[in-house]
């Protein structure tokens, strides 16, 4: 019974750091056109004139007109996209992502680590050595 208790913990645990892991996306500070959107295959971000935000999974060209693409409860919808000059599209940046989830999941969990095992270790007398 223990080890079951102790598998389903570390299985529990197992997906929601892979859940979390996922989560974090960040963008690139350079805006770029519609063309290198469409080439890179990339998630975009769509910054109108009117500062609404639009987030697509990529940019698509069809019939001469750009679309961005959008998953919503598992169907994929076209948006269409003008070629306005105040639009500004930015690539996502893996890296950034990458670094971005380490530090919003690993510092807060390394935090708590460090304050629970030393609080562990001064009030109650129990040691780690």
């Known amino acids: 019974m223990k080890?079951?208790?102790t598998s389903l913990?570390?299985?529990a645990?197992?997906?929601m750091a892979m859940t979390l892991l996922q989560s974090c996306i960040a963008y690139q500070n350079t805006?770029?056109?519609l063309?290198?959107?469409e080439q890179s295959k990339k998630r975009v971000?769509?910054?109108t004139s009117s500062n609404q935000t639009y987030n697509f999974e990529?940019?698509?060209l069809e019939e001469e007109e750009f679309y961005g693409l959008k998953k919503k409860r598992g169907e994929i919808t076209k948006t269409a996209i003008s070629d306005a000059l105040d639009n500004k599209l930015f690539l996502q940046s893996k890296r950034k992502s990458t670094w971005a989830t380490l530090g919003?999941?690993?510092v807060p969990v390394i935090a708590l680590v460090i304050i629970v095992r030393s609080s562990l270790s001064f009030n109650s007398g129990l040691s780690f050595e």
Do not use: D, N, R
Request: hydrophobic content about 45%; charged content about 20%; overall charge positive.
């Open 58 to 60: 990529q940019i698509v």
């Open 9 to 11: 913990k570390t299985t």
């Open 31 to 33: 805006p770029v056109s």
């Open 3 to 5: 080890t079951l208790k």
């Open 13 to 15: 645990l197992f997906i």
């Open 35 to 37: 063309e290198q959107a």
């Open 45 to 47: 971000k769509l910054k």
């Open 104 to 106: 919003v999941i690993g």
